[in-house]
């Protein structure tokens, strides 16, 4: 029954079907020509770059809902993002130091007490910010589902603190954008304290190895993230169509063109404005929390507003207000910018000077992004109007 | 006729000018009201007022049968209680169809979770066909809102409103640059609305307001200036001076 509703789904939405067997056939290619699996074309470091650009597509959803759809332009997102990659690289460093340390005194007659595991895992997390107290914030440090669920219930519940506050008091357009990245801002600098308690400017590291598998070799794990990231992108695409198709998806949109229109008609518009950051909130910080383990590596300077604002020229570059073009931008842009600033792309020579691509990589996005609002206002998902047109 | 919105020695001060100077009105159980006044003389802001948008210095509004006060309830609330707004230009959602636009806003529960559980159903849908008849946009039904031509914006603003079946409907300029054929139906539309609720017209087109044939309140200066029927306003010493004879 179930099956059938779906698939009657996907057939009354072409989109979706389209979107999904070309996600599924991109997740199948890549694992057939990886490294760690038979053809070994894609070597393991592309493998993780597609991965986390999948999961960066989810964030850019996730942007597209509450800004392409709802009208709010939030440049705070990618605060949810890190949050989320925080929470799960909490669990990861702790339970893997937590197993070199049990490996390393195994030989030891006696048997190290609980107390004196933990002091001994305190000391190698913090021994680097000066501490070796375990911060209250890891209490549930060992425990994997804990942390999972406070993967979207500590950025949740802060996105739900911050809209009420802002969207209570009717704070709109660019005020709120101004707060959103004051918000991104002050909670980077707040990690950037050692006394924080998730190690200040180290931040978390070493995620990249899972604890328990440390006998499976990266090129494998890759696979298995990157297949996990595509999974979650279907499901957050699905998701994310079910809401814009819906009747809430009227509604935000009319928010998004005439909010007082819409609050005149009986709806309470703050309640849908909050529904909406909560959830989008929540998708970005799932998608940080699988894209972090493919990094390795989390610290603060994530959380730098620039990220935030980079999301929005994603989305503008894509076309908001269609979920595809959020993908599209998200994963072209993010995938040239990796091209650009990784020192792949060849310098050019001008003679008199040079084009170094690591630094005028920034001024080409901005020119196009200058293009895209002058000459292709709906972004580069608005093509597929002028083809579906003829 | 028993009385549905009391509004009582309401003021309201923008920045030391008195938009609304002690004004008090009152609305019956399916009355047809105009009101008329020069611009400034404070009929925006009476509707801000009475929808919850202003919130007046001094004074109060009472609403229905139990003379609760509208003050403490936000713009939504007022709008769930029963009382309807359109607005001076015609606000629809543009980037919609029309069967959108209406779908909207029918009285169903507005919590964003049955919102977004809501399924589309025979019932409603009859709703929406009766609606778009009433307003004369049946073949238009799947047109996207900003494809209509302005006096059909306006049809279904009203239809809007209708569509949240509110005791009171206040409607700001419904004429407005409607064709006169238009003018027309529009007149017999509010008419024929005023049978079942209350309606209230603020609107400047005086042969409009002839066609209504209803009770007029004049507005100056944020009070009240006259009251009556149109021959006895359209005679008024008062209202000539300030409104009609300029």
Known sequence: MENTLFTKYLFKHPSVLVFLTLLSLFTLSVVVLAEGFGFGLISTSFVKTLGKTLCLCMVAIAMDLVWGFCGILSLGHFAFFALGGYMIGMWLMYARTELIVLDATQSLALPLTKTEITEAVGIQIFGVVGGSEIPLIWSFADLFWVQLILVILVPGSLALLFGWLAFRSRVNGVYLSILTQAFTLALALYLFQNDSGLRGNNGLSGLQNIPGFDDVPQSIISIWFLFGSAVVLGIVYLLAHLIVSSKLGNIIQGIRDDETRVRFLGYNVESYKLFVFVITASISAVAGAIYYPQAGIINPAELAPIASIYLAVWVAIGGRGRLYGAVIGASFVSLLSSYFTGGQAPDISLGFATIRWTEWWLVLLGLSFVFVTLYAPKGIGGLFDHIKGK | ?246
């Open chain 2, 1 to 246: 006729m028993s009385q549905l919105l009391h509004v009582d020695n309401v003021s309201v001060t923008f920045d030391g000018f008195k938009a609304i100077n002690q004004l008090s009105f009152d609305i019956g159980n399916c009355e047809l009201r105009a009101i008329i006044g020069p611009n400034g003389a404070g009929k925006t802001t009476l509707m801000d007022i009475i929808t919850g948008k202003t919130r007046p210095d001094s004074g109060d509004v009472r609403w229905g049968d139990t003379g609760i006060s509208l003050l403490r309830f936000s713009e939504a609330r007022i709008a769930q209680m029963g009382i309807g707004r359109k607005f001076q230009k015609p606000t629809v959602f543009e980037k919609q169809s029309v069967y959108e636009n209406l779908l909207m806003s029918l009285n169903n529960n507005r919590n964003p979770f049955s919102v977004l559980t809501y399924k589309r159903n025979r019932a409603d849908d009859e709703k929406i066909q009766n609606l778009l008849h009433q307003i004369s946009l049946q073949s238009q039904k799947g047109f996207l809102a900003g494809q209509l031509s302005h006096g059909q914006k306006q049809w279904l603003e009203i239809g809007m409103l209708l569509a949240q079946d509110p005791q009171l409907l206040l409607v700001d300029e419904p004429a407005a640059g409607m064709t006169a054929p238009e003018r027309k139906i529009t007149v017999n539309l509010l008419k024929d609305l005023s049978r079942t609720r209350a309606i209230v017209v603020v609107e400047h087109d005086m042969e409009f307001i002839r066609q209504l044939n209803c009770r007029v309140t004049v507005l100056h200066e944020g009070a009240v200036l006259a009251e009556g029927q149109i021959d006895f306003i359209s005679n008024n010493q008062d209202v000539i001076e300030v409104y009609l004879g300029r």
